[in-house]
C-alpha cells in the first residue's frame, strides 16, 4: 500500500507570506497527525484528526495555523502569516483506529515539509 | 506531565561493533506505550517497535533487540553487529493511553563506519 504522502518536500518564503502544507495519509487511516520539529529540537505534536473532527489541538502553536481534514481523507496545514520561528520539518502521520484494549496502532509517517522562513 | 529523554546525541561506532541507544521517560499514567522510530537521510521517520507498560518482556528482531524496565523507567535499544544502513538518527517516544499523541525525544545520531 502507498505510504503517507506530503507535499511540497520543500518550501521557502518570506515573512508574512501564506503557506499551505498538505497530507494524504494511507488509505483506510482514520487518524491523521502533524508534528513539527525546529532545528535542534525534539518533535513536536501539533494535532490528532479523527477522520474529519479535530480530536486534540493542544499543540497548535497560535491561531496563524490553520489545519483542516476535508471529508477525512487528505488534510492541509496552513500558516498565515508566517514567521520566522516557524521554519523547519512537518510531518504528518497517519494510523488505524485503536486496536484490541484501546492501544494505539502505530503511525506511520510522512517524509516531511522542510519549511524555511526568510 | 511526559517526557522522554535520549541523552546520547550522537554516537560513532565502527561497522560490527554493538551499540546500545539509551530511552528514560516519565508519565503519570499507568498504561502508557513505547516506541522506536528511525530517521534514515531519506527522512521519513520508520516505525520499528511498540510496547506497551504491561509487557515488560525483552523483544528481539533479527539484529535488534530492546531492554523495557519499568524500575528505572527506560526502554533501551541494542543494534547488534552494526551495518553502514543501521546509521541513522533514532527517535524514542512515548504515547499515554489517555491520548495518542506521541512525546518523542531528541533523537540519537548513529554513524556506522565501514
Known amino acids: 500500500e502507498a505510504g503517507v504522502t506530503q507535499f511540497p518536500s520543500h518550501s521557502v518564503i518570506e515573512k508574512g507570506q501564506t503557506v499551505t502544507l498538505r497530507c494524504d495519509p494511507i488509505?483506510?487511516?482514520?487518524?491523521l497527525y502533524w508534528y513539527r520539529r525546529v532545528m535542534g529540537k525534539e518533535i513536536k505534536f501539533l494535532l490528532h484528526?479523527?477522520?474529519?473532527?479535530?480530536?486534540?489541538e493542544s499543540g497548535m502553536p497560535n491561531n496563524r495555523f490553520l489545519a483542516e481534514r476535508t471529508g477525512g481523507t487528505y488534510s492541509t496545514l496552513k500558516v498565515q502569516p508566517a514567521e520566522l520561528e516557524d521554519s523547519g520539518v512537518y510531518f504528518c502521520a497517519s494510523s488505524r483506529r485503536y486496536g484490541e484494549g484501546g492501544a494505539p496502532y502505530e503511525q506511520y509517517f510522512g517524509p516531511g515539509t522542510r519549511l524555511t522562513v526568510t | 506531565a511526559q517526557k522522554v529523554t535520549q541523552a546520547q546525541t550522537e554516537i560513532s561506532v565502527v561497522e560490527k561493533e554493538d551499540v546500545t541507544l539509551d530511552c528514560v521517560y516519565e508519565t503519570r499514567d499507568t498504561t502508557y506505550y513505547l516506541f522506536w522510530y528511525k530517521q534514515p537521510p531519506s527522512g521519513e521517520l520508520v516505525f520499528l517497535i511498540r510496547?506497551?507498560?504491561?509487557?515488560?518482556q525483552n523483544e528481539i528482531s533479527g539484529r535488534y533487540s530492546w531492554n523495557f524496565q519499568k524500575s528505572t523507567s527506560s526502554f533501551n535499544f541494542t543494534i547488534t553487529a552494526s551495518q553502514v544502513v543501521d546509521s541513522a538518527v533514532y527517535f524514542c517516544a512515548l504515547s499515554e493511553a489517555s491520548r495518542s499523541k506521541l512525546t518523542f525525544g531528541k533523537g540519537i545520531t548513529l554513524s556506522v563506519r565501514p
Open positions: 484528526f479523527v477522520k474529519e473532527s479535530k480530536q486534540d
Open positions: 488509505s483506510g487511516h482514520d487518524n
Open positions: 510496547r506497551n507498560s504491561f509487557d515488560e
